[in-house]
């Protein structure tokens, strides 16, 4: 069982950055696979970016690649993900989750057992 606790979101302008983090409460972050989503308002929640365990990989969603960055500190048992250039499309809940996924499956919320409770991010223009 783990828990976790996600920070870091805010409002911003347009072309400005964030830095969200997502703290594991209960096990070593170590072990799982753990990925963003992101929901906006009226829509589906989508894929962002996803650290597979056991450095299987590091995957983006096309919408955010280049402007995005995730990161895992196991020593503090926190994922980061850095996020630049944001623009008004990037509106919405982002919400950390762990899993024992591999790459295969790593875009997909349903591979992942864990959730963070969500935190609003909002670009203005």
Request: some cysteine; aromatic content about 12%; overall charge positive.
């Amino acid at each position: 069982q783990v828990q976790l606790v996600e920070s870091g979101g805010g409002l911003v302008q347009a072309g400005g950055s964030l830095r969200l983090s997502c703290a594991a409460i209960g096990r070593a972050f170590i072990t799982y696979s753990v990925g963003w989503f992101r929901q906006a308002p009226g829509k589906e929640r989508e894929f962002v970016a996803t650290t597979i365990r056991w450095n299987g990989g590091i995957f983006y969603a096309d919408s955010v690649k280049g402007r995005f960055t995730i990161s895992r500190d196991n020593s503090k048992n926190t994922v980061y993900l850095q996020m630049n250039n944001l623009q008004p499309e990037d509106t919405a809940v982002y919400s950390c989750a762990a899993g024992p996924t591999g790459s295969t499956t790593g875009r997909s919320p349903n591979a992942y057992a864990y959730w963070g409770q969500g935190t609003q991010v909002t670009v203005s223009s």
